[in-house]
């Protein structure tokens, strides 16, 4: 593990910042090396010494580097965005998901539209024939009523895409 480097007699990040001596068995030596200073002030200022000393001491030792990153993130993320944190950034990025979903599924639907043999979609589009088949269906009959004063050449006319600009909802 990178953070277990036999490491120098100058202090660590923590001891530095604590002004404090660091011993032969600190627990933050290993993690908060003495040339990232910043990385312990941002994780001190968001959860405090006293409680990453306690994290630490409860998280087993092949599992610290990693919630010793997860700490540094989450600090980053507050400090960055002190309401939201890394929640923020979460949302923003399943917000921009479905977005990208909502465009692809637009994407998709216009290809089909284009790649459709045009005699299948003339023949689908055929008036009275192509409703007729809903009226057998019970509490169907009514469903095609409205359309009923369109002519076969209307039903052919190529569909105004709506302005998808905006996603379905908002997180």
């Known amino acids: 593990m990178k953070g277990h480097e036999p490491r120098s007699s100058s202090s660590c990040a923590a001891c530095k910042f604590l002004k404090r001596r660091c011993t ?3 627990i933050f ?5 003495s040339d990232e200073p910043k990385k312990f002030a941002k994780v001190h200022k968001v959860f405090g010494a006293s409680n990453v000393s306690k994290i630490l001491v409860e998280v087993p030792e092949e599992q610290r580097e990693d919630t010793v990153n997860s700490l540094a993130y989450e ?6 965005d002190p309401v939201y944190g890394c929640i923020g950034a979460i949302a923003l990025l399943q917000r921009k998901m479905v977005e990208l979903q909502h465009d692809l599924a637009i994407a998709r639907a216009r290809l089909a539209r284009y790649t459709m043999p045009a ?6 589009f055929h008036g009275s024939l192509a409703m007729a088949g809903f009226q057998d269906f019970p509490g169907c009959s009514g469903i095609f009523d409205g359309f009923s004063h369109l002519n076969s050449m209307e039903l052919n006319q190529p569909v105004a895409i709506n302005d998808f600009s905006q996603p379905p909802f908002q997180l």
Do not use: G, H, K, Q
Request: aromatic fraction near 10%; include cysteine; proline fraction near 10%.
């Open 24 to 26: 032969p068995n600190c």
């Open 29 to 33: 030596a290993p993690y908060f090396r």
């Open 119 to 124: 005699s299948s979609t003339s023949s689908i």
């Open 75 to 80: 600090a980053e993320a507050r400090l960055r």
